[in-house]
């Protein structure tokens, strides 16, 4: 099946799909299609047969949007595809488009000839930060990309999205690999290489993999005694954004995203780091918008009301404890938690010297300068851009499992100096 083939129980077809938009007057450009948190893994399948099953995580972020387009790479044949929506686990109906239907969605078009799948959301992207989160499963047939070259097989493809997994065919071990990897062991036995790109670059993969004699592949492969150590780091979706308040008050304004997968969770418990206090405490539910309720419980309440904090519990600990419905089989909740916290030590003025200075454990996280102060010194390599009311942003994604010491130095710009 190729893919102009490529709509199979989906309510519109693509011939009616794929037909010119005729506009009938002047009309406002439609809002541009945004998305984040995208995630690709790719698995191997036989050598030989140039194929491989695309599983693709993204998160629609245009407000009000009903539709999500996914472009197709020219020179690949798909089949077997997939959509569902990851917040219920329910399929969703889409079909395959052409550039005019998905330059008219928002799509910026570059090339009149490309092919999109075009998804239609489960419910519009909520206002306000919400969003539709989109798992889009194909095969791909690309002998370009997934070639032998006698016994060995060649992955070699460019990826532009920037978390990325590609997973070898059992019994096969990894040769050589161009870009720096987690290399990871999954339960059945297949080796997979996992990565980050932290550049704005696409990545250049190549990875080379032979046949391995010995390596077990069956159901029962022991699991590494060092497995607590091995979480792939790519997968991670958790991500946090510090909103400074100016450095004398030593607060800071703070949202971090999580989702929850696991059936029958209810809760979320953030425990206060030690030497901080929190205030304002709100949460949402970014696949409804709905506002979530939350208690903040200090020492024997923690204890009363029987939570599992994942540490000993003392007079002095305290703890935000959001709640929402219970996840269902097969679903996911997107959270978002927003809270202010106060904290003299790690954020402070020091001879009229803005310091920051943090241990950042999430793979993304994000620091906004207060409004009127420059950046001096950042410890830890970050993506600097300034926001349009002209505060400093730095984003750090770390691609490690470690944590970051973050260190961060500003100075008050001149008109601002008291």
């Given at each position: 099946?190729?893919?102009?083939?490529?709509?199979r129980?989906?309510?519109?077809?693509?011939?009616?799909?794929?037909a010119?938009?005729?506009?009938t007057?002047a009309?406002?450009?439609?809002p541009?299609?945004?998305?984040?948190?995208?995630?690709?893994?790719y698995?191997?399948?036989a050598?030989?047969s140039?194929?491989?099953r695309?599983?693709y995580?993204?998160?629609?972020?245009?407000?009000?949007?009903?539709?999500?387009?996914?472009?197709?790479?020219?020179?690949?044949?798909?089949?077997?595809?997939?959509?569902s929506?990851?917040?219920?686990?329910?399929?969703?109906?889409?079909d395959?488009?052409?550039?005019?239907?998905?330059?008219?969605?928002?799509?910026?078009?570059?090339?009149?000839?490309?092919?999109?799948?075009?998804?239609?959301?489960?419910r519009?992207?909520?206002?306000?930060?919400?969003?539709?989160?989109?798992?889009?499963?194909?095969?791909?047939?690309?002998?370009?990309?997934y070639?032998?070259?006698?016994?060995?097989?060649?992955?070699n493809?460019?990826?532009g999205?920037?978390?990325n997994?590609?997973?070898?065919?059992?019994?096969?071990e990894?040769?050589?690999?161009?870009?720096?990897?987690?290399v990871?062991?999954?339960?059945?036995?297949?080796?997979?290489?996992s990565?980050?790109?932290?550049?704005?670059a696409e990545?250049?993969?190549?990875?080379?993999?032979?046949?391995v004699?010995?390596?077990?592949?069956?159901?029962?492969?022991?699991?590494?005694?060092?497995?607590?150590?091995?979480?792939?780091?790519?997968?991670?979706?958790?991500?946090?954004?510090?909103?400074?308040?100016?450095?004398?008050?030593?607060a800071?304004?703070?949202?971090?995203?999580?989702?929850?997968?696991?059936?029958?969770?209810?809760?979320?418990?953030?425990?206060?780091?030690?030497?901080?206090?929190?205030?304002?405490?709100?949460?949402?539910n970014?696949?409804?918008?709905?506002?979530?309720?939350?208690?903040?419980?200090?020492?024997?309440?923690?204890?009363?009301?029987?939570?599992d904090?994942?540490?000993?519990?003392?007079?002095?600990?305290?703890?935000?404890?959001f709640?929402?419905?219970?996840?269902?089989?097969?679903?996911?909740?997107?959270?978002?938690?927003?809270?202010?916290?106060?904290?003299?030590a790690?954020?402070?003025?020091?001879?009229?010297?803005?310091?920051?200075?943090?241990?950042?454990?999430?793979?993304?996280?994000?620091v906004?300068?207060?409004?009127?102060?420059v950046?001096?010194?950042?410890?830890?390599?970050?993506?600097?851009?300034?926001?349009?009311?002209?505060?400093?942003?730095?984003?750090?994604?770390?691609?490690?499992?470690?944590?970051?010491?973050?260190?961060?130095?500003?100075?008050?710009r001149?008109?601002?100096?008291?």
């Amino acid at each position: 099946m190729t893919i102009v083939n490529l709509v199979r129980g989906c309510t519109l077809g693509a011939a009616l799909a794929l037909a010119p938009a005729h506009a009938t007057g002047a009309q406002t450009a439609p809002p541009r299609q945004t998305e984040a948190d995208a995630y690709t893994r790719y698995e191997l399948l036989a050598p030989g047969s140039a194929k491989f099953r695309i599983v693709y995580d993204v998160t629609a972020t245009t407000a009000g949007a009903t539709h999500y387009f996914n472009p197709i790479r020219a020179g690949s044949i798909a089949t077997d595809e997939h959509v569902s929506d990851r917040a219920t686990g329910k399929p969703l109906v889409f079909d395959v488009v052409g550039a005019a239907v998905a330059r008219a969605g928002g799509v910026r078009v570059s090339d009149s000839l490309q092919q999109y799948i075009r998804v239609t959301l489960a419910r519009p992207v909520p206002a306000n930060g919400g969003e539709a989160r989109v798992l889009i499963d194909k095969t791909y047939e690309d002998a370009k990309s997934y070639f032998t070259d006698g016994t060995t097989i060649v992955f070699n493809r460019p990826l532009g999205i920037k978390r990325n997994a590609v997973v070898l065919p059992k019994g096969y071990e990894l040769e050589s690999c161009n870009y720096p990897s987690q290399v990871l062991q999954e339960a059945d036995g297949r080796i997979a290489i996992s990565f980050w790109n932290a550049t704005p670059a696409e990545a250049p993969l190549i990875l080379r993999a032979r046949p391995v004699v010995g390596l077990g592949t069956g159901p029962s492969v022991a699991r590494s005694s060092a497995q607590a150590r091995l979480a792939e780091r790519a997968i991670q979706s958790r991500e946090i954004v510090y909103s400074l308040q100016q450095p004398e008050t030593h607060a800071f304004d703070l949202y971090h995203d999580y989702t929850e997968s696991r059936a029958g969770i209810d809760h979320y418990i953030n425990v206060v780091r030690a030497g901080s206090r929190v205030a304002n405490p709100s949460a949402r539910n970014l696949d409804t918008g709905e506002s979530l309720r939350h208690d903040v419980l200090t020492g024997a309440a923690i204890t009363a009301a029987k939570l599992d904090i994942g540490e000993p519990v003392t007079p002095a600990t305290e703890v935000v404890v959001f709640r929402f419905a219970p996840v269902a089989p097969g679903a996911t909740t997107r959270l978002r938690m927003s809270e202010t916290y106060t904290d003299s030590a790690r954020y402070r003025l020091v001879n009229d010297e803005l310091v920051w200075d943090r241990g950042f454990g999430r793979p993304a996280n994000a620091v906004i300068l207060p409004a009127g102060w420059v950046l001096t010194n950042s410890a830890i390599p970050a993506t600097v851009s300034t926001l349009p009311d002209g505060r400093v942003r730095l984003d750090f994604i770390n691609p490690r499992p470690d944590e970051l010491a973050v260190l961060i130095t500003a100075r008050r710009r001149a008109a601002s100096r008291r």
